[in-house]
């Protein structure tokens, strides 16, 4: 039994060495998490490259002659927030190749959850949304800030 606590508190980095001691299923579960963070870091590198496309074209064309124009700010924030999004998705990944922790991290999943919401909030033009859509994201946001407050109250207690 010691044996097993020593190996689940050992990072993940050092996966090589520790690979011999690895049940079946961790091994595979260790190479998903690899293949799904290298294919989320090609989509990062993409998504950034457009943004940056992006930004120059619009700094060329459009900010030049509207630069205090909102649907700008919109798709450029919008693209910003996406790559967050990427982001932390990727690094909830990380985290499991890094360390002993499990796939799903409930923490991290509303996280992307609520970041996600943001950005549709971001991008949405208010003078032609419905006052009750507003408000249903608006709802939506304030539970799940509610549902993780309360997750990491529970993961400080333990």
């Known amino acids: 039994?010691?044996?097993?606590?020593?190996?689940?508190?050992?990072?993940?980095?050092?996966?090589?060495?520790?690979?011999?001691?690895?049940?079946?299923?961790?091994?595979?579960?260790?190479?998903?998490?690899?293949?799904?963070?290298?294919?989320?870091?090609?989509?990062?590198?993409?998504?950034?490259?457009?943004?940056?496309r992006e930004v120059i074209s619009l700094l060329i064309a459009d900010i030049l002659f509207t630069p205090l124009d909102h649907g700008v700010f919109q798709v450029i924030f919008g693209m910003i927030m996406t790559l967050l999004i990427a982001l932390e998705f990727k690094h909830s990944i990380l985290k499991v190749i890094e360390r002993h922790s499990h796939i799903i991290q409930a923490r991290g999943v509303i996280m992307i959850a609520m970041l996600a919401l943001t950005r549709k909030l971001i991008i949405l033009d208010f003078a032609t949304t419905k006052s009750e859509k507003l408000f249903a994201l608006g709802f939506v946001i304030l539970i799940l800030g509610v549902v993780y407050y309360l997750l990491k109250k529970e993961d400080l207690r333990v």
């Open 1 to 52: 039994m010691k044996k097993i606590e020593e190996r689940q508190c050992v990072p993940r980095s050092d996966t090589r060495k520790y690979w011999a001691v690895m049940t079946l299923y961790e091994r595979f579960e260790h190479t998903i998490a690899l293949i799904l963070s290298t294919i989320i870091g090609i989509i990062i590198v993409f998504a950034l490259l457009q943004l940056v």
